[in-house]
């Protein structure tokens, strides 16, 4: 069965230090790994996807197939990347995504 | 808004009654998926429609129902309610079906 960990509920860091929120998959065949984030009274939106290979925000996340792992990263986390990020997974384009728990960000000033 | 619209925004109910949750989705949109978020639980899926048919089905309760009408808004029904079902009930929308979702508010249900 496809799973999708975030091992970190919630992850404080500094302004201007580096942010990684791990992520942690398991599935055997080829997935799609996503990044979704809501902040503040904000709804749910995607923030990156692993096959567009994009920056988005300044968050980066590479799809490692070994580690089975998707971790999002940022080198200099800012106040406004205050959010909850969830970490979601398809074993194809038309699947409906599997969630994990998320992580909440808090960047401090 | 050619967004996602969800009503109600709450709901608040007793045990055994039954609700009908709304979603209209984006303009142009085919997909609508059900989620369901728990406390401490993820975002779990529960139903997608694809054009008026259903795609796929993930862990629903009998008890719950959905559909997909022609104008494409979805309504999910829950019944004989629990408890535990109180949650945060979203719909999401795409357009292909390629799990690039935009969200609704969610509509939140609590069961006393």
């Known amino acids: 069965a496809q799973r999708v960990t975030q091992p970190e509920k919630l992850l404080s860091v500094f302004k201007g230090a580096p942010v990684e929120l791990k992520c942690n998959y398991s599935?055997?065949?080829?997935?799609?790994l996503f990044w979704y984030v809501q902040y503040s009274r904000q709804r749910l939106q995607l923030l990156l996807r692993h096959i567009s290979r994009e920056s988005i925000k300044g968050f980066t996340a590479d799809l490692n197939k070994g580690e089975t792992s998707f971790h999002l990263k940022k080198p200099f986390a800012q106040e406004e990347d205050s959010a909850m990020y969830y970490c979601a997974l398809s074993h194809s384009g038309n699947t409906p995504l599997v969630f994990g728990k998320g992580t909440r960000l808090s960047v401090i000033a | 808004d050619s967004g996602v619209t969800q009503t109600p925004k709450h709901l608040i109910t007793a045990t055994g009654q039954r609700v009908t949750l709304r979603c209209s989705p984006r303009s142009g949109d085919l997909s609508v998926y059900w989620y369901q978020q728990s406390l401490d639980q993820g975002l779990q899926f529960l139903i997608q429609y694809y054009n008026g048919e259903e795609r796929a089905k993930g862990n629903i309760l009998e008890r719950f129902s959905a559909q997909q009408f022609p104008d494409l808004h979805s309504e999910l029904n829950l019944s004989s309610l629990e408890l535990g079902d109180s949650a945060l009930y979203f719909c999401?929308?795409?357009?292909?079906?390629?799990?690039?979702?935009?969200f609704g508010a969610g509509s939140r249900l609590t069961v006393l």
């Open positions: 599935y055997s065949g080829s997935p799609e």
């Open positions: 999401a929308s795409s357009r292909t079906g390629a799990n690039v979702l935009t």
